[in-house]
């Protein structure tokens, strides 16, 4: 099914929000700079394999090599952070992504922030802010996310999920959309206003931050990766159990369950692997073995 643009938009946002938004201490990250692991161990009779996404790249960061392929071919089963798959996901994400109330952006903002975003977003994804003042701020920092980068833009999911059909398997999540949106919602609308005008006000230091982020990326650097989110601006403890703790912990009952079933391909975003409560030391402190498989070999021609 194919969205228009603007509904595209908002299913970006949904996937890219804990990528930027999120800070958490690191302790004891994985040695090994690795964005593909398998996981076996604990009796599984075949290992599935971790992998660590971007939610929204520029296209030369997302490349399907030959190991990485290979790791998904020898699964018979796809996991997203959320079955993008599922007919009823925009249906559920235009509810979730509104703000409640009946509020919109100016109730949060001045006359003069809201005029200065207004001109923002004009800018860069020729859509006005009153076509948009009812979505939460987080989902609209993310909407212009895209247009910062500055390059043509790939999606790991989108990939993920088009070589899954094409081998006919099965696209499943971790996690529902309202789950999803229930972490969002741990920030107040408020400080997701404030952190909004924040990348707005000081887009240079905004720039820097997102090349410091794809360089890590690239790198396969989940450590760094990690240390940069956590430099993000207005989080709180709270905010972060909510985002990234609380739901890497709910994953991995989910995540060992499918792997007992049948090997599995999780795909999550990158900043999920990393750090003390990251999917990988969960996995490890459960009895599991990760092994890093290298992926820095030529995609097939």
């Given amino acids: 099914m194919k969205f228009p643009k603007k509904y595209r938009l908002f299913l970006n946002a949904i996937v890219l929000f804990v990528f930027l938004g999120s800070q958490t201490a690191l302790s004891k990250p994985p040695v090994k700079k690795n964005l593909l692991w398998e996981i076996s161990g604990q009796g599984l009779k075949q290992p599935s394999y971790l992998f660590g996404t971007i939610h929204v790249a520029c296209s030369d960061q997302v490349i399907l090599s030959n190991a990485l392929k290979k790791s998904f071919n020898s699964s018979h089963q796809l996991y997203l952070e959320v079955d993008l798959d599922d007919p009823n996901l925009m249906k559920n994400s235009l509810g979730g992504s509104t703000l409640k109330g009946g509020s919109s952006l100016k109730d949060y903002l001045n006359a ?7 001109q923002f977003f004009q800018k860069n994804i020729s859509l006005s802010l009153d076509s948009l003042s009812t979505i939460k701020p987080i989902f609209l920092l993310a909407m212009v996310y895209p247009a910062l980068l500055n390059c043509k833009i790939a999606s790991w999911e989108s990939i993920l999920m088009e070589l899954a059909r094409s081998q006919k398997k099965d696209v499943l999540g971790l996690e529902t959309i309202q789950e999803q949106f229930d972490a969002i919602d741990s920030i107040p609308p408020k400080v997701q206003a404030e952190q909004m005008m ?4 000081d887009l240079p230091s905004t720039k820097k931050q997102i090349s410091e ?5 690239r790198n396969q650097d989940i450590a760094q990766i990690r240390q940069l989110i956590s430099k993000s601006s207005g989080m709180k403890p709270e905010y972060e159990a909510a985002i990234i703790g609380n739901r890497n912990r709910r994953w991995i009952p989910k995540i ?19 750090g003390s409560d990251g999917v990988i030391a969960l996995l490890q402190k459960s009895g599991y073995v990760l092994k890093p498989v290298e992926i820095n070999t030529p995609p097939q021609k």
């Fill in 112 to 118: 003069k922030d809201y005029a200065k975003a207004n």
């Fill in 198 to 201: 924040e990348m707005i006000n």
């Fill in 213 to 217: 982020l794809m360089t890590a990326y």
């Fill in 256 to 274: 060992l369950k499918a792997a007992k079933t049948k090997p599995t391909f999780f795909g999550v975003g990158a900043g999920h692997l990393g």
